[in-house]
């Protein structure tokens, strides 16, 4: 009885661990180095962002002291250029955003499966020390 008791909880342990091990190598391969390069990302659209918004800032200015009517023609159109550059800059920084925070919460959920599988792992040890002292008590 110990022997099929033991053998049960002892091939249950390496599976729950193998899983374990399978889903964090194959997640640091994938996923870490991915992770890394959001913030770099980030902070890489961010500026661009800082930047488009800078020159259009600038150019608004320069519209609103122009007063002669070809300069507020060409400036109009410097203009409208500008506007249409930060709208996509701002669009592509909180699409990156956007899927950073996805990435991380991915992330997150990975952890959770991971603490959750060597949680299992654990229990399962504990099972097997508690059954292993029930058989040793029994004879």
Same mark, same amino acid.
């Given at each position: 009885?110990?022997?099929?008791?033991?053998?049960?909880?002892?091939?249950?342990?390496?599976?729950?661990?193998?899983?374990?091990?399978?889903?964090?190598?194959?997640?640091?391969?994938?996923?870490?180095?991915?992770? !890394?390069?959001? $913030?770099?990302?980030?902070? /890489? #659209?961010?500026?661009?962002? +800082?930047? =488009? *918004?800078?020159?259009?800032? &600038? @150019?608004?200015?320069?519209?609103?002291?122009?007063?002669?009517?070809?300069?507020?023609?060409?400036?109009?159109?410097?203009?409208?250029?500008?506007?249409?550059?930060?709208?996509?800059?701002?669009?592509?920084?909180? !699409?990156?955003? $956007?899927?950073?925070?996805? /990435? #991380?919460?991915?992330?997150? +959920?990975? =952890? *959770?499966?991971?603490?959750? &599988? @060597?949680?299992?792992?654990?229990?399962?040890?504990?099972?097997?020390?508690?059954?292993?002292?029930?058989?040793?008590?029994?004879?």
């Amino acid at each position: 009885m110990f022997a099929e008791l033991s053998e049960q909880n002892l091939n249950y342990l390496k599976q729950v661990s193998i899983k374990a091990i399978v889903k964090m190598e194959s997640y640091s391969e994938d996923h870490l180095p991915l992770i !890394k390069d959001v $913030k770099t990302k980030v902070d /890489m #659209l961010f500026c661009s962002y +800082n930047r =488009e *918004n800078d020159k259009y800032k &600038a @150019l608004k200015l320069k519209f609103e002291q122009a007063t002669e009517g070809s300069k507020l023609v060409k400036g109009d159109a410097k203009i409208k250029e500008a506007e249409r550059r930060l709208k996509q800059a701002k669009e592509t920084y909180h !699409k990156e955003l $956007k899927k950073s925070y996805e /990435m #991380l919460d991915n992330f997150s +959920n990975y =952890e *959770n499966e991971v603490m959750e &599988a @060597l949680r299992m792992l654990i229990k399962y040890r504990l099972e097997f020390h508690e059954n292993a002292l029930k058989i040793f008590k029994q004879q």
